[in-house]
Every structure is written in C-alpha cells, then in structure tokens.
C-alpha cells in the first residue's frame, strides 16, 4: 500500500506504511500532517490513522469516519472492508459504490502492457472512422489534398477532436472506451469511483501531453507503482482492471 503525506502545499510520495512511520519518528510527519492512501475517501491527520491504516482507531478511544474524518463511537459507525462509515456518510458511500467505485484494497491497476493492447484496439477503430471522415472531406474538396492544403490542416484537427470526442464520450458513459471495455479496464478516480464527463475531456486533452513528449508520458505507466500515464497523474486518474 502506497502512502502520501502534504508538507505545506506540496503533497509527497508515495511511501511505505513503514516509512511513513519512520518519517514520523523523524520529525518530518507529525501528529498534525494530512495523509492519504488507497481505499480512504479523504486525507485524514496522521493521528487517525497511525497503527493500522485508513480505519485506525485514535488515541482518544473514537472511530474514524473515512467519508467525513469526523470521530464517532464504534456504536455509531459501519464497517466496510479496513474503513468505517458514520450512519450520516452511508447513504452517499452506498450511492458511490453503486456508481462503481470500488471497495477499499480492491484496486487491481492495469499493467502497461495491457494498457497498451487497448490504446492498439482503439487506434485501429479511429483510424477506420478517421478514414472514413477523411474520404468525405476528400469529396469536398474536388481538387484533391494537394491542392487544398486547407484540407490537410482541417483533416488533423477534426481528428484531433474526434478523438477527444469519443474518449470523453465513452470515459465519461461507462469509464472505458472500447479498446479498454475489449481488455476489461476501467478509467477511474484515485478512490475508484466513477470518472465525471468533464475529467474524461480534460484527461483526453492531459493525453496529448503524454504523446508529445516521444510518447514518454504513456512509457511512465511502465514504471509507476500505481501504473499511472502522464495524464493520470495530472487528472489523478487510475486505470483499473474489472473482472
């Protein structure tokens, strides 16, 4: 389990559970510095959650509310895999788990390499669709693409946009386009839940990023510990694996 920790506005990490208490015994992490790991719905004070997790029981003998970090009595709270949930959060926590955020610990990332067999799929299905958008254009400008140079240059940016159509579309719809739906993967939210219309547009558009730079953005997937592209870490996205 990786663990992040704020220090003023800058967010660190990710660490190990054991290194996260070794910055404690070091001063650098205090009772009062804000962390966040996978499965909790907020950052929580360190104080919460030292000795056992997002669902760690405070000195102070209380439970820990994962949706709201409000304490509670463990009389007033339910417990869902390592979280606890007050009776006030449980509608809203249920409502999220119906829209497909997944279960705390059940994040399962998708690897590079099938990250990449389902950029393929997609690539071939808008290069079929980009074709076809293209021989229409074509007839429209009787003079050919050499003639028209205006042409080539409407050509790239209406497939630019084709793109950044069908990937919010589909992101946003069902959380995966049709190459991911093809590898059984999910665009998701850091705490697995469902990705808005309006992170799926501007994921679409951190993309362009990662392709910019000699596809190096994409190639970070291969390397980071939560299997994380440019664009999701600059969306905070997760690409998950489902069934």
Same mark, same amino acid.
């Given at each position: 389990?990786?663990?992040?920790?704020?220090?003023?506005?800058?967010?660190?990490?990710?660490?190990?559970?054991?290194?996260?208490?070794?910055?404690?015994?070091?001063?650098?992490?205090?009772?009062?510095?804000?962390?966040?790991?996978?499965?909790?719905?907020?950052?929580q004070a360190y104080r919460d959650v030292r000795g056992g997790g997002a669902a760690a029981t405070p000195a102070a003998g209380g439970v820990v509310c994962a949706q709201c970090a409000q304490?509670?009595?463990?009389?007033?709270?339910?417990?869902?895999?390592?979280?606890?949930?007050?009776?006030?959060?449980?509608?809203?926590?249920?409502?999220?788990?119906?829209?497909?955020?997944?279960?705390?610990?059940?994040?399962?990332?998708?690897?590079?390499?099938?990250?990449?067999?389902?950029?393929?799929?997609?690539?071939?299905?808008?290069?079929?669709?980009?074709?076809?958008?293209?021989?229409?254009?074509?007839?429209?400008?009787?003079?050919?693409?050499?003639?028209?140079?205006?042409?080539?240059?409407?050509?790239?940016?209406?497939?630019?946009?084709?793109?950044?159509?069908?990937?919010?579309?589909?992101?946003? /719809?069902?959380?995966?386009?049709?190459? *991911?739906? !093809?590898?059984?993967? $999910?665009?998701?939210?850091?705490?697995?839940? @469902? +990705?808005?219309?309006?992170?799926?547009?501007?994921?679409?558009?951190?993309?362009?990023?990662?392709?910019?730079?000699?596809?190096?953005?994409?190639? /970070?997937?291969?390397?980071?510990?939560? *299997?994380? !592209?440019?664009?999701? $870490?600059?969306?905070?996205?997760?690409?998950? @694996? +489902?069934?």
């Amino acid at each position: 389990m990786s663990w992040y920790y704020a220090v003023g506005q800058e967010q660190k990490g990710p660490v190990t559970e054991d290194q996260l208490h070794t910055l404690a015994k070091d001063g650098v992490v205090t009772d009062d510095t804000m962390v966040w790991s996978d499965g909790m719905a907020n950052w929580q004070a360190y104080r919460d959650v030292r000795g056992g997790g997002a669902a760690a029981t405070p000195a102070a003998g209380g439970v820990v509310c994962a949706q709201c970090a409000q304490t509670f009595s463990a009389d007033q709270v339910m417990r869902v895999g390592e979280q606890f949930v007050c009776a006030a959060c449980k509608p809203a926590f249920v409502q999220r788990m119906q829209e497909g955020a997944a279960q705390p610990g059940t994040l399962t990332y998708a690897t590079f390499w099938i990250r990449f067999g389902a950029k393929f799929i997609d690539g071939i299905l808008l290069q079929i669709i980009g074709g076809i958008m293209g021989f229409v254009l074509g007839l429209a400008f009787s003079g050919g693409l050499a003639q028209n140079p205006a042409y080539l240059a409407l050509f790239y940016v209406l497939g630019f946009g084709l793109e950044v159509v069908y990937k919010t579309i589909f992101i946003g /719809m069902t959380g995966a386009t049709p190459g *991911k739906m !093809a590898c059984k993967l $999910r665009v998701v939210n850091a705490d697995g839940s @469902k +990705v808005s219309y309006a992170k799926a547009c501007g994921r679409a558009f951190a993309e362009l990023l990662s392709a910019m730079i000699c596809l190096g953005g994409y190639i /970070m997937a291969a390397f980071d510990d939560e *299997k994380r !592209a440019l664009h999701d $870490r600059i969306c905070d996205t997760r690409v998950i @694996k +489902v069934g």
